[in-house]
């Protein structure tokens, strides 16, 4: 069975702290991503990785960079934490090219930053 | 641009009564559509998906879906609810672009309430 694992579940960090989110999946897939997701608005694509060293950039990646220099890790990076970044952000992976399959997720990280 | 719409912020439903979650969305091409469930604190997890076939599919946990495609709907259905299924759900659609890429974009979720 796939596992997706976030390396913390909760992060409480300051404004302007450089916040790193880890995400490492064990099924060797190619495509990995990041979404943030708040109450009403659903789960919202900050960047997303189709290989190694490769990135694409999701529907809100304003403040947000990401790193994939392993094909199971793929992290995020908050460079200036600010309060509006406060959110839960949820790693997802799958398979490239199984369209007709579904993501499968971490456990989410909720980050506060005060 | 490929959307997804679910209605309602939440339902309410007595336990053993029917429930529906209701989703309708917009795509270009063939619907690939899928449900998860969030409990609190966790991840998505998967529930049942449409790519092509029969119209009711059918998932985990006694869910189903029924998929429409003159009215554009994919709503989740339990012919008989459980205060366990309080829970979180999300419906989404896959967006396939031309070179075989592909992203899958979320609805705002619907919060559903089992009462016992």
């Known amino acids: 069975d796939v596992k997706v694992t976030q390396s913390s579940r909760y992060l409480v960090k300051r404004t302007g702290e450089k916040v790193f989110l880890e995400c490492v999946q064990d099924?060797?897939?190619?495509?990995m991503f990041w979404y943030r997701q708040d109450p009403g608005l659903g789960l919202r694509l900050i960047y997303f990785s189709y290989d190694v060293k490769m990135k694409e950039k999701g529907d809100i990646p304003e403040g947000y960079s990401v790193s994939r220099e392993k094909k199971e890790r793929f992290s995020l990076i908050l460079e200036s934490a600010s309060t509006n970044q406060t959110s839960m952000y949820l790693c997802?992976?799958?398979?490239?090219?199984?369209?007709?399959?579904?993501?499968?997720f971490g456990n989410g990280t909720r980050l506060t930053v005060t | 641009a490929q959307s997804v719409a679910q209605p309602e912020d939440q339902v309410n439903v007595a336990e053993g009564n029917p429930l529906t979650v209701k989703c309708t969305y917009s795509?270009?091409?063939?619907?690939?559509l899928f449900w998860y469930v969030q409990y609190p604190n966790r991840g998505l997890q998967f529930l049942l998906k449409?790519?092509?076939?029969?119209?009711l599919v059918k998932g985990s946990y006694g869910f189903e879906a029924e998929f429409n495609k003159s009215q554009t709907s994919f709503h989740l259905k339990k012919p008989s609810a459980l205060v366990s299924d309080s829970a979180l759900y999300f419906c989404a659609v896959r967006d396939v672009n031309r070179a075989g890429g592909f992203k899958t974009i979320f609805g705002a979720g619907t919060r559903l309430f089992v009462k016992a």
């Open positions: 449409y790519i092509t076939g029969d119209n």
């Open positions: 795509v270009s091409g063939n619907p690939y």
């Open positions: 099924m060797d897939h190619e495509n």
């Open positions: 997802a992976s799958i398979l490239r090219g199984s369209y007709n399959s579904p993501l499968h």
